[in-house]
């Protein structure tokens, strides 16, 4: 029985506790986990960087004051917000076109600055599925033709934009978030099957011709340079080792040597000796690998499936359709930037800046999982607030 205090005043528990109920707990024990590992896996992967484990731990608050906030709002709130957010940030984009600024110099346009330096395409990350949902919750029932044809127009206008900057991997996951949604609404497979046969076709074929098309002076007219270079990194990094390849090698050795057990917990050598880029961020589940070897991925991996299926049953059983498709995005997004990053790391996709949900050093990578993690935990807890 919770107690009150002899006031009859009701006591802290009592006044918090309408904050945590309807909390999915194993949802929340996923995430949990997730974080822990991740803290661990930075700490000693940023041990020669004092400052970046803190800074780390700062950024990891900062996403879970985000993350409890945002499940406090109903998903109906979400929906409102959809459309003025995804025309918000659309505008955003066609400005950073026009005016964006490269603070980086390495060629892509992908800033703006408003007073602050912001990224516009991170808010399409979110504002892209919310509009599909709310798309397709104003068309209750099984969609049409036009319909479907109509959202992905609204997921391919952010998509053209960003890839324009050019930054295609930001757009790949712009795109597949408003396409899981889509996906979801009903999309036949009469649609995609003939797609993925075109696209299996198509890798077999860049994989067979590799050797010929990734000779210098062969112009691939849809691609740009540096991401000609990525495809051809990836099919044989040993054609640069020094370069090009090195993030891919070094990548492979580290997991590799890790073996089934790992080398330990900070006695990963590839890592401490420097020889793994951008062993923080995007090469993080590398430096994890190599010393927590194959169980220690195999338990991360678990981790992540767990998390991606307690988001597809929340999804199954929401309340509403917008809630319904937001809810599945949301999840699967979830599942391409864990399996793109750590593919990329294995050597199975090109390197792009992908990061490792949970893992991956970033300020603005964790904020938005946070804010995605909210709102699904939102969608779980209007179902079973509504029950109770």
């Known amino acids: 029985m919770i107690l009150q205090s002899s006031f009859g005043q009701p006591t802290l528990w009592q006044r918090v506790r309408p904050w945590f109920s309807g909390f999915d707990p194993l949802l929340l024990l996923a995430i949990l986990a997730l974080a822990s590992i991740g803290l661990t896996a930075m700490y000693s992967a940023g041990f020669d960087n004092g400052s970046r484990f803190m800074l780390q731990v700062r950024n990891m608050a900062l996403a879970g004051a985000v993350f409890f906030l945002v499940s406090q709002v109903p998903p109906q709130r979400f929906m409102a917000l959809a459309v003025p957010l995804y025309t918000v940030g659309v505008i955003l984009l066609i400005l950073t076109a026009l005016f964006g600024i490269d603070p980086t110099h390495k060629g892509a346009r992908r800033w703006l600055n408003v007073g602050v330096v912001i990224q516009p395409s991170e808010i399409l990350k979110i504002a892209t599925p919310l509009m599909v949902a709310w798309w397709f919750q104003r068309r209750e029932g099984r969609p049409r033709t036009g319909d479907i044809a109509q959202a992905f ?203 490792l949900p949970f893992m991956s050093y970033g300020g603005t990578a964790l904020v938005t999982l946070g804010l995605s993690l909210g709102i699904l935990m939102a969608i779980a807890r209007s179902r079973r607030l509504m029950q109770s």
């Open 153 to 355: 127009l609204l997921v391919l206008v952010p998509f053209l934009l960003v890839a324009k900057q050019p930054d295609l991997g930001t757009g790949i996951l712009i795109f597949s978030a408003g396409f899981f949604v889509i996906f979801f609404a009903g999309l036949s497979w009469k649609v995609i099957l003939p797609v993925a046969v075109v696209g299996i076709l198509g890798i077999i074929a860049i994989v067979l011709a590799g050797p010929t098309i990734c000779e210098p002076g062969v112009d691939w007219q849809v691609l740009h340079t540096y991401q000609k270079n990525r495809v051809c990194t990836l099919l044989d990094p040993t054609r640069d080792p020094l370069g090009k390849g090195f993030h891919i090698i070094q990548g492979m050795i580290a997991i590799g040597s890790g073996g089934v057990t790992g080398k330990g917990f900070m006695k990963g050598t590839q890592t401490h000796l420097e020889f793994i880029p951008e062993r923080t961020s995007d090469f993080i589940f590398a430096a994890y690998s190599e010393e927590f070897g194959l169980i220690g991925g195999l338990v991360l991996v678990g981790c992540y499936s767990f998390l991606i299926l307690r988001g597809l049953v929340i999804a199954f059983e929401a309340p509403t359709t917008f809630a319904r498709l937001l809810a599945g995005a949301i999840t699967m997004s979830f599942f391409v930037y864990a399996m793109v990053n750590m593919g990329m790391v294995s050597g199975i996709l090109p390197v792009v800046g992908v990061p």
